[in-house]
């Protein structure tokens, strides 16, 4: 860590300390002699102080926060921001990955005509979005006003000075972030958003992954129970743990029938995700990438045990599997040649695709595998853990000059109502991380475009863990590991050896970036890891 | 010195002229250049903060390089596409060129044709060449028509045959550049002395050799001077068709360096590495490029 940071540190603050008592006192003058503003006038009354994109102090405070639902207080408040700040006619810019523009465009219409505002998407490929978030955060154009961006990058994207700390707002306009019956899912609306303790990120996308069952046929076939129980002695049924899940992946591996086992994402630079929920289950509560000092954990025999199944389990998918991105893995999984997969929740727009499933009606979901493992008290249970494998957030860029608008709208996309117009749109992959997107009681347009996942989803939700969250490097320590098991599922290194590279070169970013500021922020973010048991 | 000397002397006027150019890019490159010196000897990562706030740690990137097994490995790696890439695509461009120089029907349609690959964006490329290499794409399928077996290769799950799809998509882009030096050049070797070869009863073979190519000397250093520092710059392939994968095996130095650079964010790690693979390929230029400066 470089000496001069505190210096940036002291400078930053006697900046914001400065502006506040100035915007205090000049708020104060002004608020006094127009006797304060006039919430929901439509900003007639603004008097307020001009402290346009401040994150929090007076300029958050006076904004008004009136209205019946969290969408309707969040249009009001935009409104006055736009006023206050003489933003009307100017441009609103996000920056997404691509093909990921439809939630956008969803509600775009509204709120250009709400607002006067113009909305304007700048897409960047999926794979090179923190590229050129980094970029950003070098230049320091104020280009893009938000972004949406991934939990893992965010250590990054705060140290970096790119974004934003939202913690005020989501305090002052209380968009439902936690809790039943439309907050978002526990614990997702921690293991997502937060870093050192402070709120960065606004829940749009969660991306639990979920074990699913594309062939309910052939699950309850006579014939095909009788010949799993013959061959593994016990009944075929949705795996409870991964040495059932393999077993069962081995039984419907049908190559000469172009039918597989299993389909699971393993590119060279995504198999980590689907790794982690192989891990994560192989101790009580959950087991950990470091240790609270930021030792990997990964060479241990729990680290080992857990790539020697994930190898296994490469055995009974299409051979190609490792060169093939998500897309690819899906369609197979809609053209019906998957049996079981634990994969992204966006797999379910595919397999509801009346066009083109070939498994609809046929197939369900269910709680992911497990491992038994000594739990409380000392008796064995099986644990199941699952992970939050990428999701998206949206966050607010420090350098834009309408924060609180794009905060203020990032709130509002994601509210209760806009929330499931945006991931109900065709060709949207926003994924659910309400409470009111999912179970019994979601939203019927949920109901028809996700159909079952929705049923497990916040069970799912509930055991899933963060993929290297919480600290600096999370991209870096994701590749490596990332490489290391595609060579390893390749044949290239052996499990131990696998696990024993990676932990080495862990422990080297570790003391590259600075092991006592990772420290501090792993000890800050370990408890939000799921401790209970489903 | 008046500007009258300036401008009566060819040398000096040439100077006067290039000068305008030569001080605008001075000024664009010169700061940037000397930025990435600085850069290069400071431990810079932007969740440090900026690049004025990262730690001077003097030659700490450079040596670290020379140990770090990833760098190491990709640098081999380019080389060795390089000099095989390179290889093939001089015989092929040449053969093709020597082939096509003399007159025959379709001439026109043939160099049109051949030169086609050149002008499809190399992403573009490398995905169709991916596609074509899928297990059940249209090289598997041919292979098994020839053979009359099955033949199911997963070319992308090997680090050999992932490795030989890159290349052959780099083959398949740039032998056409190659060929489009050669046949130019070709056609354009002054009649006189060969004819004087031919009436001195040299074979067609003897004079190629002894008089064609002694000429055509120049163009073929150019060509592989350029296609050398195209081949060791190959991205889009690797990146569009295996990300470097399976586990590092076909990283190239510069999917590396976007690795380390974007993925990582270690910038002043990656500027050291790019500096000295600068300087090298400064050096090894400077000394392929001799002959080149003889002959002006």
Same mark, same amino acid.
């Given at each position: 860590?470089?000496?001069?940071?505190?210096?940036?540190?002291?400078?930053?603050?006697?900046?914001?300390?400065?502006?506040?008592?100035?915007?205090?006192?000049?708020?104060?003058?002004?608020?006094?002699?127009?006797?304060?503003?006039?919430?929901?006038?439509?900003?007639?009354?603004?008097?307020?102080?001009?402290?346009?994109?401040?994150?929090?102090?007076?300029?958050?405070?006076?904004?008004?926060?009136?209205?019946?639902?969290?969408?309707?207080?969040?249009?009001?408040?935009m409104k006055f921001v736009i006023e206050r700040?003489?933003?009307?006619?100017?441009?609103?810019?996000?920056?997404?990955?691509?093909?990921?523009s439809a939630a956008y465009d969803a509600v775009k219409d509204e709120f250009e005509r709400e607002t006067g505002m113009k909305f304007v998407h700048a897409e960047v490929p999926v794979n090179e979005v923190f590229d050129e978030a980094i970029i950003e955060a070098i230049s320091k154009s104020g280009d893009y006003d938000f972004f949406s961006l991934q939990p893992t990058m965010l250590g990054d994207l705060v140290e970096s000075g790119l974004v934003m700390p939202l913690t005020s707002h989501v305090r002052y306009f209380d968009n439902e972030f936690r809790g039943r019956p439309n907050g978002f899912i526990y614990p997702l609306d921690r293991i997502m958003p937060e870093y050192k303790g402070d709120i960065y990120g606004i829940l749009q996308d969660g991306d639990v992954f979920t074990n699913y069952y594309m062939h309910l046929d052939k699950l309850n076939s006579p014939q095909e129970q009788e010949g799993f129980e013959k061959q593994y002695g016990y009944q075929l049924k949705f795996a409870d743990t991964f040495r059932e899940y393999l077993d069962i992946g081995e039984y419907f591996y049908r190559p000469d029938d172009d039918f597989y086992g299993i389909g699971e994402l393993r590119s060279a630079l995504r198999a980590y995700i689907t790794w982690f929920v192989y891990y994560s289950s192989k101790k009580f509560p959950t087991m950990l990438p470091f240790d609270e000092n930021m030792n990997p954990q990964l060479d241990s025999k729990e680290g080992i045990q857990a790539t020697e199944e994930f190898v296994e389990a490469a055995k009974y998918m299409p051979e190609e599997t490792p060169s093939w991105d998500y897309h690819q893995v899906y369609t197979e999984s809609a053209a019906g040649n998957i049996f079981q997969e634990i994969q992204f929740p966006s797999l379910s727009n595919r397999l509801n695709d009346t066009a083109e499933s070939k498994v609809l009606g046929n197939w369900t979901t269910a709680v992911v595998p497990g491992s038994k493992v000594t739990g409380p008290e000392g008796k064995e249970i099986i644990l199941k853990r699952t992970v939050q494998g990428a999701g998206w957030i949206l966050l607010t860029s420090n350098y834009s000059k309408m924060k609180d608008l794009a905060t203020l709208y990032s709130m509002w996309l994601t509210s209760p109502e806009k929330i499931v117009t945006a991931s109900t749109a065709p060709g949207s992959w926003m994924d659910p991380c309400r409470y009111n997107q999912v179970g019994p009681n979601a939203d019927p347009r949920m109901k028809q475009a996700r159909g079952p996942i929705l049923e497990k989803y916040d069970l799912n939700a509930s055991i899933a863990a963060p993929v290297l969250c919480g600290i600096r490097g999370g991209m870096e320590y994701a590749t490596t590991l990332s490489r290391n098991l595609h060579a390893t599922m390749l044949g290239t290194y052996e499990p131990a050896e696998c696990m024993e590279r990676t932990a080495r070169e862990w422990q080297g970013i570790t003391d590259d970036i600075g092991r006592n500021e990772q420290i501090e922020s792993w000890k800050k973010y370990m408890g939000n890891y799921p401790t209970i048991i489903v | 010195m008046g500007l009258k000397e300036w401008t009566s002397n060819p040398g000096k006027f040439k100077n006067l002229l290039a000068m305008p150019v030569q001080l605008l890019m001075n000024i664009v490159a010169m700061p940037a250049f000397i930025l990435a010196w600085y850069v290069a000897f400071t431990n810079w990562r932007p969740i440090r903060g900026d690049w004025w706030q990262a730690d001077f740690i003097f030659f700490d990137n450079f040596i670290r390089m020379f140990s770090d097994e990833y760098f190491i490995g990709a640098i081999g790696?380019?080389?060795?596409?390089?000099?095989?890439?390179?290889?093939?695509?001089?015989?092929?461009?040449?053969?093709?060129?020597?082939?096509?120089?003399g007159e025959f029907l379709g001439k026109k349609v043939a160099i049109t044709a051949i030169l086609l690959p050149m002008m499809v964006v190399p992403a573009v490329g490398g995905f169709i060449f991916y596609l074509m290499f899928l297990q059940t794409g249209p090289v598997n399928a041919l292979i098994s028509l020839i053979t009359g077996t099955e033949f199911t290769l997963a070319w992308f799950n090997y680090p050999g045959t992932a490795l030989l799809t890159i290349m052959l998509t780099d083959i398949w882009q740039w032998t056409p550049f190659m060929f489009l030096i050669f046949i130019s050049s070709m056609l354009a070797l002054p009649p006189d002395p060969i004819n004087a070869a031919y009436v001195l009863g040299a074979s067609r073979a003897y004079t190629f050799r002894r008089v064609a190519i002694p000429m055509l000397r120049t163009p073929i250093l150019i060509a592989i001077i350029l296609r050398s520092i195209e081949a060791f710059k190959i991205f889009d392939y690797v990146y569009v068709m295996t990300?470097? =994968?399976?586990? @590092?095996?076909?990283?190239?130095?510069?999917?590396?360096?976007?690795?380390? =650079?974007?993925? @990582?964010?270690?910038?002043?790690?990656v500027t050291a590495q790019s500096l000295l693979i600068m300087v090298t390929m400064g050096i090894v230029a400077w000394y392929a490029s001799k002959p080149l400066r003889g002959a002006g």
């Open positions: 860590m470089s000496t001069t940071k505190p210096e940036k540190s002291r400078r930053g603050f006697i900046k914001t300390v400065g502006g506040a008592v100035v915007g205090l006192i000049v708020g104060a003058g002004l608020g006094y002699s127009a006797r304060g503003p006039t919430a929901g006038d439509g900003g007639a009354t603004v008097t307020v102080t001009k402290t346009s994109g401040a994150p929090s102090g007076p300029g958050l405070y006076s904004i008004p926060n009136e209205g019946n639902t969290v969408h309707e207080r969040l249009m009001n408040a700040d003489g933003l009307k006619g100017k441009e609103l810019t996000i920056m997404h990955p691509g093909g990921g | 790696r380019t080389l060795f596409i390089l000099v095989v890439v390179v290889s093939i695509e001089f015989l092929i461009g040449f053969g093709l060129a020597y082939t096509l120089s990300q470097g =994968g399976p586990g @590092y095996t076909t990283q190239t130095i510069s999917i590396y360096l976007y690795e380390f =650079g974007f993925k @990582y964010a270690r910038f002043g790690y």
